[in-house]
């Protein structure tokens, strides 16, 4: 049977067999957990502690007045140490607020009460209190899109399942483990929006987990499992609705404009326990491994957890290591050291060796056509680069700079090992910058 | 180990295998059958310029980078696929110091002074062989050919010289013949099965796709018919096969966006029937996928593909 897809898009090698296979471990607890007020897209929080402070794990440390911001709140019991600027993991310095972790901490929401009789507007208030983003990686405040503006009616909503990235398995071992809890989480979801039909999107590399899923929907008429092409990026959100409903989100507009709403697997598990213990994102499952990773496996860990403590208490990395990695490989961020910490947003630290990193030099673009192939947005990679280069930002505009959402399929195809993608960052910024004139 | 460095870059951080230069040595592999079908034909004529033309484009390459200041390019394997491509545009009998004129026209003058590899606005090889055709008409540049042997054949012309006399009938070559092997013009014209064979293996690889060969081909098969001449004839003979599979998809020369290339490979087709019919046969394809190259930059600016979502959106099902 021909499974469905999007066009364009890459195969690459996605050495998932390292962590897919085991279960989800709890690692130990940081002897301090430093968490940055800014871990969604929107504007940042403010500090609502101060040195010296007392805090309980999941109390509210940061929050803001801004309509797209999602609170942050302590992953811990313990003491505020520090309220400064740190190197977050993409190299920016941002303010943090660093805790002590206390020895002892509570065991706290244990107890699950019933969601069934929620209303769309204390669903939306639970996602907006409990500080949920998009935890496959975008950190999108999920209220934000929860609360789809009234002409537009959302009618379906698609859990991103696909973890199209190589090498990440986290939210296919949460599937695994956590079936209940994920389709607990899609009725809320559709329940906010009113949408009356939800939707599993998975790739076919994951079928035990899509069998176990629709064998728990059997009966259900209004979700269903629909399974996809292993292909990169299938689940980037645009492909994604793509494949699924064959309608195209428009160029600059959201899924809303189309009828349909898309969360990650993680996030539709935490909006369940958010709904059901009162917990909020105080922690997540991200996977740990590469080819100079020791022990391989996924691992549950708190926000604010630095990554060179996750690294260590996951067995540690082998000398060869040569690059350092928080998120996938295709759109994930190089690391200069270890000190950078978890955040709501983090879904894997890859470690590589010498032998997975590319270490040829770009060459000139020979016109080969195949990022044009690869481009899943159909836009012409090439050109935006050459544009990019000579400082013609309108030119690369013309070519659908502003369209690119960053997947690097094009540099993974490139022959002349050309950074599309750093190109393309440069022209974002230069277009948006030229038009605020 | 917790403050050592790590390598920084842009994302991806994991590449594809393939190099501008493994594609490269494909298309080399791609020239296998022709190769072989010319060695078998014509023997020493044909290994002298062979190795001639690919030993002038290195030493050429190699000796303008150096002029030049630029770091030395034979990794990417692009000088010995243009060597091997103006000796296999000529016919075998040409001397081999030809051959060797014709690559370093095209390898200095068309790509290196024109900024290397990817900023060429002609195909080099091409250009090289078309520079070869005027000048041998404005000088006479003399017969000084090597005595090889005995070259079978050779002497016979281009089969294209038969529509030009209008002598289509009794004594032209089969359409079986064409296809499977004719010991005339150029090496590149002997075989249409060798062609289609290191086409094939282009297209596999990803290298090619159908698209200007299939606008080439049929553009000039559908207006050969018209026009009221032999349309089987006009595409089996000659170096159109050549031209269109290995000539006109030139990735550096050829236009980006697909629909560029098919109006590329129909201007190309128009092109090489006019020239043929009422101009010369010989260098019709070359000349006319040149002049489709001159149009490359102003078609990749006319036709800029469909972004996604712009294409079609289905309205939003509320019930």
């Given at each position: 049977?021909?499974?469905?897809?999007?066009?364009?898009?890459?195969h690459p090698?996605?050495?998932?067999?390292?962590?897919?296979?085991?279960?989800t471990v709890e690692?130990?607890?940081?002897?301090?957990v430093?968490?940055?007020?800014q871990?969604?897209?929107?504007?940042?929080?403010?500090?609502?502690?101060?040195?010296?402070d007392?805090?309980?794990?999941?109390?509210?440390i940061g929050?803001?007045e801004?309509f797209?911001?999602?609170?942050v709140?302590?992953?811990?019991?313990g003491?505020?140490?520090?309220?400064e600027e740190?190197?977050?993991f993409?190299?920016?310095m941002v303010?943090?607020?660093?805790i002590?972790?206390?020895?002892?901490q509570?065991?706290?929401?244990?107890e699950?009460?019933?969601?069934?009789?929620?209303?769309?507007?204390?669903?939306?208030?639970?996602a907006?209190?409990?500080?949920?983003?998009?935890?496959?990686?975008?950190?999108?405040?999920t209220?934000?899109?929860?609360?789809?503006?009234k002409?537009?009616p959302i009618?379906?909503?698609v859990?991103n399942?696909?973890e199209?990235?190589?090498f990440?398995?986290?939210d296919?071992?949460?599937?695994l483990?956590?079936?209940d809890?994920?389709?607990?989480?899609?009725?809320?979801m559709m329940?906010?929006?009113?949408?009356?039909?939800?939707?599993?999107g998975?790739e076919?590399?994951?079928?035990?987990?899509?069998?176990?899923?629709?064998?728990?929907?059997a009966?259900?008429?209004?979700?269903?499992?629909?399974?996809?092409?292993?292909k990169?990026?299938?689940?980037?959100e645009?492909?994604?609705?793509d494949?699924?409903t064959?309608?195209r989100v428009p160029?600059?507009?959201l899924?809303?404009?189309?009828?349909?709403l898309?969360?990650?697997?993680?996030?539709a598990?935490?909006l369940?326990?958010?709904a059901?213990?009162?917990?909020?994102?105080?922690?997540?499952v991200i996977?740990?491994?590469?080819?100079?990773?020791?022990?391989p496996?996924?691992?549950?860990?708190?926000?604010g957890?630095?990554?060179?403590?996750?690294?260590?208490?996951?067995?540690?990395?082998?000398g060869?290591?040569?690059?350092v990695i928080i998120?996938?490989p295709?759109?994930?961020?190089?690391q200069?050291?270890?000190?950078?910490?978890v955040?709501?947003g983090?879904?894997?630290i890859?470690?590589?060796?010498?032998?997975?990193v590319?270490?040829?030099?770009?060459q000139?673009?020979?016109g080969?056509?195949?990022?044009?192939?690869?481009?899943?947005?159909?836009?012409v990679p090439?050109?935006i680069?050459?544009?990019?280069?000579r400082?013609?930002?309108?030119?690369?505009?013309?070519?659908?700079a502003?369209?690119?959402?960053?997947?690097?399929c094009?540099?993974?195809?490139?022959?002349a090992?050309i950074?599309?993608?750093?190109?393309?960052?440069?022209?974002k910024?230069?277009?948006?910058?030229?038009q605020?004139? | 180990?917790?403050?050592?460095?790590?390598?920084?870059?842009?994302p991806?951080?994991?590449?594809?295998?393939?190099?501008?230069?493994s594609a490269m040595?494909?298309?080399a592999i791609?020239?296998?059958?022709?190769?072989?079908?010319?060695?078998?034909?014509?023997?020493?004529?044909?290994?002298?310029?062979?190795?001639?033309?690919?030993?002038?484009?290195?030493?050429?390459?190699?000796v303008?980078?150096k002029?030049?200041?630029?770091?030395?390019s034979?990794g990417?394997?692009?000088?010995?696929?243009?060597g091997?491509?103006?000796?296999?545009l000529?016919?075998?009998s040409v001397?081999f110091?030809?051959?060797m004129?014709?690559?370093?026209?095209?390898?200095?003058l068309?790509?290196?002074l024109?900024?290397?590899?990817?900023t060429?606005?002609?195909?080099?090889?091409l250009?090289?062989?078309?520079?070869?055709?005027?000048?041998?008409?404005?000088?006479?540049?003399?017969?000084?050919?090597?005595?090889?042997?005995?070259?079978?054949?050779?002497?016979?012309?281009?089969?294209?010289?038969?529509i030009?006399?209008?002598?289509?009938?009794?004594i032209?070559p089969?359409?079986?013949?064409?296809?499977?092997?004719?010991?005339?013009?150029?090496?590149?014209?002997?075989?249409?099965?060798?062609?289609?064979?290191?086409?094939?293996?282009?297209i596999?690889?990803?290298h090619v796709?159908?698209?200007?060969p299939?606008?080439?081909?049929?553009?000039?098969?559908?207006?050969?018919?018209?026009?009221?001449?032999?349309?089987?004839?006009?595409?089996?003979a000659?170096g159109?096969?050549?031209?269109?599979f290995f000539?006109?998809t030139?990735?550096?020369?050829?236009p980006?966006?697909?629909?560029?290339q098919?109006?590329?490979?129909v201007?190309?087709?128009?092109?090489i029937?006019?020239i043929?019919?009422?101009?010369?046969?010989?260098?019709?394809?070359?000349?006319?996928?040149?002049i489709?190259?001159a149009?490359?930059?102003?078609?990749?600016?006319?036709?800029?593909?469909?972004?996604?979502?712009?294409?079609k959106?289905v309205?939003?099902?509320?019930d």
């Open positions: 049977m021909e499974l469905k897809t999007f066009r364009g898009g890459i090698p996605y050495r998932k067999e390292a962590t897919a296979k085991k279960a690692i130990s607890l940081p002897a301090e430093v968490i940055p007020m871990q969604n897209v929107g504007a940042p929080n403010t500090p609502t502690v101060n040195v010296g007392r805090v309980e794990a999941g109390q509210q929050s803001s801004a797209i911001s999602a609170p709140h302590s992953s811990v019991s003491t505020v140490k520090a309220i740190r190197r977050n993409t190299g920016a303010q943090c607020v660093v002590t972790v206390d020895p002892n509570p065991a706290k929401w244990t699950k009460k019933d969601v069934g009789d929620l209303s769309p507007e204390q669903i939306r208030d639970i907006k209190e409990a500080g949920l983003v998009g935890l496959g990686g975008a950190a999108f405040p209220f934000v899109k929860l609360s789809p503006p002409d537009k009618d379906i909503v859990i399942a696909c199209c990235e190589p990440l398995t986290c296919h071992r949460l599937m483990e956590r079936a809890d994920l389709l607990a989480g899609l009725k809320l329940k906010a929006v009113g949408a009356g039909k939800g939707v599993i998975i076919a590399n994951k079928m035990d987990a899509a069998d176990m899923l629709s064998s728990k929907l009966g259900d008429s209004a979700v269903e499992v629909v399974v996809l092409e292993v990169y990026p299938e689940g980037a645009k492909m994604l609705i494949a699924i064959g309608r160029p600059g507009k899924p809303s404009e189309v009828g349909v898309v969360q990650n697997v993680q996030t598990v935490a369940y326990e958010a059901a213990t009162g917990k909020p994102v105080i922690e997540r996977t740990v491994t590469g080819p100079a990773m020791k022990d496996k996924n691992v549950l860990v708190r926000i957890t630095p990554i060179e403590h996750v690294v260590e208490q996951s067995g540690g990395m082998t060869d290591v040569v690059k998120g996938g295709m759109t994930g961020w190089a200069k050291d270890l000190s950078a910490a955040v709501k983090t879904s894997g890859l470690a590589l060796t010498k032998e997975v590319d270490a040829n030099a770009e000139q673009c020979v080969c056509d195949k990022c044009i192939d690869a481009c899943p947005m159909f836009l090439n050109f680069v050459r544009y990019a280069r400082g013609q930002w309108d030119l690369a505009d013309k070519y659908g502003r369209d690119c959402f960053e997947c690097g094009c540099s993974y195809v490139c022959p090992r950074p599309h993608v750093g190109y393309v960052r440069k022209a910024a230069e277009i948006a910058a030229a605020k004139k | 180990m917790a403050n050592s460095e790590y390598l920084l870059s842009s991806p951080h994991v590449k594809s295998k393939e190099l501008t230069g040595r494909d298309v791609a020239l296998l059958p022709v190769i072989a079908v010319a060695i078998y034909f014509f023997r020493l004529y044909a290994i002298v310029n062979l190795v001639a033309g690919v030993a002038a484009a290195i030493v050429c390459e190699w303008m980078r002029v030049m200041g630029r770091e030395p034979i990417d394997f692009s000088a010995i696929v243009t091997l491509f103006v000796a296999i000529l016919p075998p001397p110091w030809y051959v004129i014709g690559t370093v026209i095209a390898v200095a068309v790509k290196e024109m900024g290397g590899l990817g060429n606005v002609f195909n080099p090889a250009f090289g062989f078309v520079s070869l055709l005027i000048i041998s008409q404005l000088f006479a540049l003399g017969n000084m050919t090597l005595n090889l042997g005995s070259l079978n054949g050779v002497t016979s012309a281009t089969p294209l010289t038969f030009k006399a209008g002598a289509l009938n009794g032209r089969g359409y079986w013949w064409l296809f499977l092997a004719h010991a005339g013009g150029a090496i590149a014209e002997v075989s249409v099965l060798a062609v289609l064979l290191g086409a094939a293996y282009l596999y690889k990803g796709t159908w698209h200007i299939a606008a080439i081909i049929g553009t000039v098969f559908i207006l050969t018919a018209i026009l009221g001449e032999n349309p089987l004839y006009m595409t089996l000659g159109l096969m050549f031209g269109a000539m006109a030139d990735w550096v020369t050829s980006d966006n697909r629909m560029a098919i109006i590329y490979g201007l190309i087709g128009v092109l029937v006019v043929r019919l009422y101009a010369a046969p010989t260098g019709a394809v070359a000349y006319s996928i040149l489709g190259n149009c490359t930059p102003l078609l990749n600016r006319l036709f800029v593909r469909k972004r996604f979502g712009a294409v959106t309205p939003v099902e509320t």
